[in-house]
């Protein structure tokens, strides 16, 4: 079965060290069979602070129909973000409020936070999957908190712990799991 599966970036800040992170998270993904994984990066798509909906835009920012239009046909998504004060960045939340209110419906979402302190992203986690039932996905179980970053990649983004890889593979294999149950039922 082919799942189609984005990895969301959820962060356009300057020396984020949670692109380290994305980027074997995303090669963990890459290397999965039968998974497609597009990049959303919003430090790409750098969508302004959200007025209207995507549904009432007449001209969309650049990129915001296409961001929208792969959510809506994955089969799941991961997502990849910092904790910033406890909880996740605006950015993203700007990014998801653009979406109409179901996009994800019945969609699995795997949530992967990352933290420079001891906690790994967990208050972040919590939050993100109240935003993610409220648009009608499904946040999987299994997640990844990364505790203190900078001890687990360089400034470089070289892998310091190679045991992050495995955890990665775990949590993607976890969440194809749960889209192809979900995929396969809504057939």
């Not at 980027?23 to 959303?40: D, E, N």
């Not at 946040?139 to 983004?157: H, Y």
């Amino acid at each position: 079965m082919s799942l189609t599966i984005p990895l969301l970036l959820g962060t356009p800040r300057l020396g984020r060290q949670s692109a380290h992170v994305a980027a074997h998270v995303h090669a963990a993904m890459s290397a999965t069979g039968g998974v497609t994984a597009p990049l959303l990066d919003l430090s790409v798509l750098d969508f302004p602070i959200m007025e209207q909906r995507l549904a009432d835009l007449a001209d969309p920012p650049p990129g915001l129909t296409e961001f929208s239009a792969t959510l809506a046909a994955a089969d799941a998504l991961m997502i990849v973000t910092p904790e910033y004060k406890n909880g996740y960045p605006g950015s993203l939340k700007n990014a998801l409020d653009y979406q109409v209110a179901g996009i994800l419906r019945r969609k699995p979402v795997a949530i992967c936070t990352v933290s420079s302190s001891g906690f790994g992203g967990i208050l972040c986690l919590a939050q993100l999957r109240l935003v993610i039932l409220a648009m009608g996905g499904l946040p999987i179980p299994e997640s990844l908190p990364v505790s203190d970053v900078r001890s687990v990649f360089a400034a470089d983004g070289t892998l310091l712990q190679p045991g992050f890889d495995a955890k990665a593979r775990s949590l993607v294999a976890d969440l194809c799991w749960y889209a192809g149950r979900m995929k396969s039922d809504g057939d």
